[in-house]
């Protein structure tokens, strides 16, 4: 389930997160408790809190005493323009490393992600 | 609270355990890792007052816990090789655990006893290695003691024995949170189970740290010599490879994504480490690491 | 359930076909005896005098060797279980004292009715049944004790100083038999004034207590080879 690259607690969160991006989980959705998350995924209680517990400092969740914790009003929009940013950093400047190593210009890429359109 | 100071555990010339110190806060489980000979089934004998330090002390709640009543009785300490008779039947080894344990849960027992398909009208001594640490098992979760130690529980046990066993333990934790401490060899199995990780080299504890801390710490890098010999710099390395002219190292170490990146950009790779892997780097011999 | 609780519940079944086994063997004796003329010795207090005192012996043994770990692995002291294992053997001792007084009176009223008393049988007045149960006290407190000072020897140590522990541990056996012997007639006797060889045998019973709790108070859990 989890790999060993990271925390888990940071896998946890990040998996909630990629649930709000895609809209499996809606905003003022419930999400699971940290009991219920540790049973399902085999995983200590205290590491699943600790995930909840970064995504509640980062505003994506917000806690109900006494009932649980859910998907904030603004978390989505939120996740988002944090993802955009991070994408050309992340995602475009690796592969454009890799481009540059094997040989392919940028037009080529250009070319070709025209033709996914 | 439980607290080890200066614990010694010594057979004649024979250093077990070599002056220990431990805080662990209660309601957690740990996972107690080590080599063999490490001194771990010493340091859990003490624990449990299986026997008493040779110097040191131990403190359960702030009291002294060997031969204390008040934590004896909350204290189940199930070794690899079971603390029962070989002639007694199952049944029979349970009905008295339901006698002497105030918290002996009989249903929960015969529960586990159908999980684990254990005969109750066989002998101990006709039960399978596997179905001997299943039996343990059974002691140890459905005596529900606030402090419950499992010393190699699964040993003998098929991958599927193991699975329920792992499934019950934490189920069971999160329904009757309690201080759990787990010795095992099969970390990688076990590990996402941890609150905390113990590790023992030699007598000493080598390492007492969350488990989360322990993932992703270690890294293994690979590439050309020169250039990993540039990134490793003044890095700790705990182990190396060498192929011809690639070199491949792992260092304690946790990289940021700039560092990362910029190795890559080098020519490098990384690979993760698991807890199993580091607990591997750290424990074999210094000579070896330094090698 | 306290220690004490728990050996009486476990041993109960061991108690009961002990007693049936020495019933069956006291009845098989007395009709043996009635076919072969008249009783001259009590069979009883040859069969509950001796027998009775090895078993318990075997006793002690048992709860050191084998009971003392399952107790501890499941949240019990050693100071617990000697207490409880003490309380157990006493009752067992006084219980089997009165039984074997008991059992006497019965044999010499049933030996009586049915005229099959000989001249040596030891006919049981009460200051007959009372001395029986003097005499036979001392020994079934002693002979359990000895079993486990032997046991503890052994589990604890290494086997040479084991050995040393048996003979030390076999004292409160050796004057237990000094006080109440049961010849092969069936009669209690003994050589000196009772009070002093009690008050011996207590003494001695005493101080063998004392070495087993020391021995006991720290003795390691062993690992069982598995």
Redo the contacts between chains.
């Keep these: 389930m989890f790999n060993d690259r990271s925390p888990i607690y940071l896998q946890i969160a990040d998996g909630i997160k990629n649930d709000i991006l895609s809209g499996a989980l809606k905003e003022d959705d419930q999400v699971m408790s940290t009991n219920q998350y540790a049973a399902f995924y085999q995983i200590n209680p205290a590491t699943a809190a600790k995930g909840f517990a970064q995504l509640v400092d980062e505003g994506v969740l917000y806690k109900k005493r006494g009932i649980g914790m859910f998907v904030s009003p603004d978390a989505r929009e939120k996740l988002r323009s944090e993802r955009r940013q991070r994408f050309f950093t992340e995602v475009v400047e690796p592969m454009l490393t890799e481009a540059r190593r094997i040989g392919i210009d940028v037009d080529e890429i250009v070319q070709h992600l025209g033709a996914q359109r | 609270m439980i607290e080890l100071r200066g614990v010694t555990v010594r057979y004649g010339s024979t250093v077990a355990v070599d002056n220990v110190d431990l805080e662990l806060p209660t309601g957690k489980i740990y996972g107690l890792l080590g080599r063999n000979g490490s001194g771990k089934t010493s340091l859990l004998s003490a624990l449990a007052s299986y026997r008493r330090p040779t110097s040191g002390t131990i403190l359960v709640d702030g009291v002294e816990a060997f031969e204390n009543p008040q934590v004896m009785h909350r204290t189940a300490f199930v070794r690899d090789t079971l603390d029962v008779n070989d002639s007694d039947r199952v049944s029979r080894v349970l009905r008295f655990a339901g006698w002497l344990r105030s918290g002996w849960d009989e249903a929960y027992a015969e529960k586990l006893l159908d999980l684990f398909q254990l005969p109750s009208r066989k002998t101990v001594s006709s039960l399978s290695r596997g179905q001997k640490s299943a039996l343990g098992v059974v002691l140890g979760l459905a005596a529900r003691a606030p402090l419950t130690i499992l010393d190699e529980s699964y040993l003998g046990m098929d991958a599927v024995a193991r699975t329920n066993f792992y499934r019950e333990l934490l189920a069971d934790y999160l329904a009757y949170p309690r201080t759990i401490l787990l010795s095992t060899h099969l970390i990688d199995e076990a590990a996402d189970l941890f609150e905390r990780v113990i590790i023992l080299d030699r007598g000493r504890v080598l390492m007492h740290e969350e488990a989360e801390a322990l993932r992703g710490r270690g890294v293994t890098v690979t590439g050309p010599s020169a250039a990993v010999d540039a990134f490793v710099g003044d890095r700790l390395v705990l182990g190396e490879q060498r192929l011809g002219g690639v070199r491949a190292v792992t260092l304690d170490t946790r990289l940021s994504p700039s560092e990362q990146s910029g190795g890559e950009a080098a020519g490098l790779t990384f690979g993760p480490l698991s807890i199993q892997d580091l607990f591997v780097h750290l424990t074999s011999s210094s000579q070896e690491a330094s090698r | 359930?306290s220690?004490g609780?728990?050996l009486f519940?476990?041993y109960r079944p061991f108690i009961i076909g002990f007693s049936g086994v020495v019933v069956a063997l006291e009845v098989a004796a007395l009709v043996i005896a009635a076919v072969n003329g008249k009783l001259n010795y009590s069979t009883w207090l040859l069969f509950t005098g001796t027998g009775v005192r090895w078993w318990l012996l075997v006793v002690g043994t048992v709860l050191v060797a084998?009971q003392l770990?399952?107790?501890?692995?499941?949240?019990?002291?050693?100071?617990?279980f000697v207490r409880g294992a003490a309380r157990f053997m006493l009752a067992l001792a006084v219980g089997w004292a009165a039984v074997l007084a008991l059992g006497h009176g019965l044999e010499s009223y049933v030996m009586g009715l049915l005229d099959q008393r000989g001249s040596n049988y030891p006919v049981a007045t009460a200051s007959q049944m009372l001395s029986d149960f003097g005499h036979a006290l001392p020994g079934l407190i002693a002979y359990p004790l000895s079993g486990a000072v032997i046991a503890v020897g052994f589990y604890r140590f290494r086997t040479w100083i084991g050995v040393g522990v048996m003979v030390l541990g076999a004292v409160p056996v050796v004057v237990g038999d000094y006080l109440l012997r049961i010849n092969g007639n069936g009669h209690v006797t003994h050589q000196g004034p009772y009070v002093l060889a009690l008050l011996g045998s207590l003494a001695i019973s005493g101080v063998a207590a004392v070495a087993f709790l020391r021995l006991m108070?720290?003795v390691?859990?062993r690992?069982?080879?598995?």
């Design positions: 359930m220690a609780q728990a519940r476990f084998l770990k399952v107790f501890v692995s499941n949240g019990v002291t050693r100071r617990e108070s720290d390691p859990i690992r069982t080879a598995g």
